[in-house]
């Protein structure tokens, strides 16, 4: 796609300014826009977007490209009621980079998770934590992942093992009474 227009594009997913990009959350499910080629717009593996070889500093702007991002028959897209561009995502599209720990009375952990763009999200059945290869992830909407990124890692692997996760040689950690595996020991 040539020539990105971001009136064009907020106009289209229904916002006028960017004073309304924050909490928005578009239906993307039931948008069937025709695909439009790719766009030079790349996530890196360490959470910042580059577009045309520039990074994107606007937090805005990134947030509002967020909302829009989904996965589709395995490639990354940005998604709006008219068009459809596909781009790159080198790992995840978004990173886990804190993390809020709660116990209640039962001695039961819940544990929410926060993104680079500001997302909470609260692992369980929706949203569940998985290992791929060495990296720890959390599955999304919309097909996306958040990687979790090495300092929240660490101590999740600190709280398995207080909760005594170490089994057969392998580690657990346990949410909300639901057992997530972050890895082998040896």
């Not at 928005?24 to 910042?48: F, H, R, T, V």
Request: overall charge negative; hydrophobic content about 40%; some cysteine.
């Amino acid at each position: 796609m040539s020539g990105f227009n971001l009136s064009q594009f907020t106009k289209a997913v229904g916002v006028e300014t960017s004073s309304e990009l924050s909490g928005l959350a578009y239906p993307l499910e039931k948008w069937s826009p025709q695909s439009c080629g790719a766009m030079d717009l790349l996530i890196k593996a360490n959470g910042e977007w580059w577009h045309n070889g520039t990074q994107i500093t606007r937090d805005k702007l990134v947030l509002l490209f967020s909302k829009v991002l989904c996965v589709e028959d395995g490639v990354h897209c940005l998604k709006t009621p008219v068009e459809k561009i596909e781009i790159d995502v080198e790992d995840a599209a978004f990173l886990v980079v804190d993390y809020q720990l709660t116990v209640d009375e039962n001695q039961g952990a819940q544990l929410k998770l926060v993104t680079n763009i500001g997302d909470c999200i609260e692992v369980g059945d929706e949203y569940p934590l998985v290992l791929k290869g060495d990296k720890l992830y959390v599955k999304l909407w919309r097909g996306l992942l958040a990687q979790v990124n090495r300092a929240v890692y660490y101590d999740l692997v600190e709280l398995a093992l207080s909760q005594h996760g170490d089994v057969d040689n392998k580690l657990w950690l346990t949410i909300d009474n639901k057992p997530y595996y972050l890895g082998d020991l040896s």
